[in-house]
């Protein structure tokens, strides 16, 4: 039982993905794709990070930047049904007649979310790059702990009580779950910085190559706590907390190509997987001594995979009339093949499918409305789905506009929201406690950007 007990020393670190959207890789780092979604076949500046090699079709040579500012607030809650034990009988332990319910909060919110995007054209060459946090971007928080810390903590402690009562011949009380408070508390953020650079070359009048690499540097940070305290005496029954950094880095190589056909232009590009490893700086680490083989991978120093899986991209752009332009696009993350803690990659069914499509109209010479959708779809199960980390299906609905302040300066502006499908994963050992529970995991997700697009 010992082992059951200190279960919730291992979950006090949250898996790498848990806020960073999931296995989701941030796609929307200016307002036009905000706006549009679809950008995967532009040729403006937020071409750099959607589709490089569409930067030779730039209208003309010389500088071109883009600065970006956007802001995001996320949630994502656990409505938990668990069972527990209630006392003890001739043959051992009893269950409750009802479970325990409790609905888990989660908050992470990214105030600021920079990015900057540049390009020089001269002639059949672009040179082009971009900064920008390519995952996560925020902080989250748990401030009333998660399922596995309570259904783990309850049954652990209740079943270490009814050893201890069977060891002394029933001399010592049993400790039910009324007799002690559980508390618990989480707080995580994580960023991808992300430095892109690389070269674009107009082949031919209608098509253009891109090849490039993208620096990634990782930063993370993780706190949590985890008390059982005894009413009346002040006991602490399971002593655990946490502060850990971690940091790693790795190389992404770029490529891309580009078929401006007429009124129909085509953009594609790969990136290839990363390998990227995080290592621990741990500030604190407190447990009992019993669980030091639970808490051994988040030692100071220890290295986990936390890869950048490969994604390929493709769109289409036409142009209907000189004022109407629409654009679908498709795109593949190998996901199954990038790794992750504890080789949690090998529970997804498949690699993350999404769907993407936008239009937009010039209602003036100055003014631009659009709008957009995008459909996610990834390979999850119940095998990859967890308290500390946890995706969902998902469509995303986006709108905004453009406005030409001058023949220099364009800004953009745009707000869009997802609305996830509800998982709900039920189990008969449910977080190790040999009893059965059901969780319902729900997300939801609103962003809101302005961009400013410049021109010399």
Known sequence: MKKLLFIGAATLIVSNSTFAGGILTNTNQHAAFLRMLSRGATTEIDGALSNPAGLSFLPKDGFHVGLSIQSAYQTRNIDASFMTYSGVSATGPTVADKPFEKYYEGTASAPVIPSLFAAYKKGDWTISGFFAITAGGGKASFDDGLPIFDASAMAGIFQSSVEKYQESQGQRPIMTPNMYDITSAMDGKQYIYSLQLGLSYKATEWLSVFGGGRMNYFTGGYKGFLNAIVKGTDTNLLPLALDCDQTGWGLTPVIGVDAKLGKLNIGAKYDFK?????????????????????????????????????????????????????????????????????????????????????????????????????????????GFQSDTSFSCDSYTL????????????????????TNYEDYTKTSSNYNGTKLPGTNVYSRTNKVFGLSADYSF
């Open 274 to 382: 990363t390998n990227l490893n995080i290592e621990n700086n741990t500030h604190k680490l407190d447990y009992p001594s019993t669980a030091e083989d639970m808490v051994a991978p988040y030692k100071h120093g220890v290295n986990t995979p936390n890869d950048i899986p490969a994604m390929f991209s493709i769109a289409a752009a036409y142009e209907f009339l000189p004022v109407l332009r629409a654009s679908v696009e498709y795109h593949f993350y190998d996901d199954k093949n990038a790794g992750m803690a504890n080789d949690k990659q090998k529970f997804l069914t498949k690699g993350t499918n999404e769907y993407l499509a936008g239009i937009e109209f010039d209602v003036t010479k100055q003014l631009t409305l659009s709008c957009g959708g995008q459909i996610t779809d990834y390979g999850l199960s119940d």
């Open 398 to 417: 986006g709108f905004g506009a453009k406005v030409k302040m001058n023949q220099h300066l364009n800004l953009n502006v745009g707000y869009m929201w």
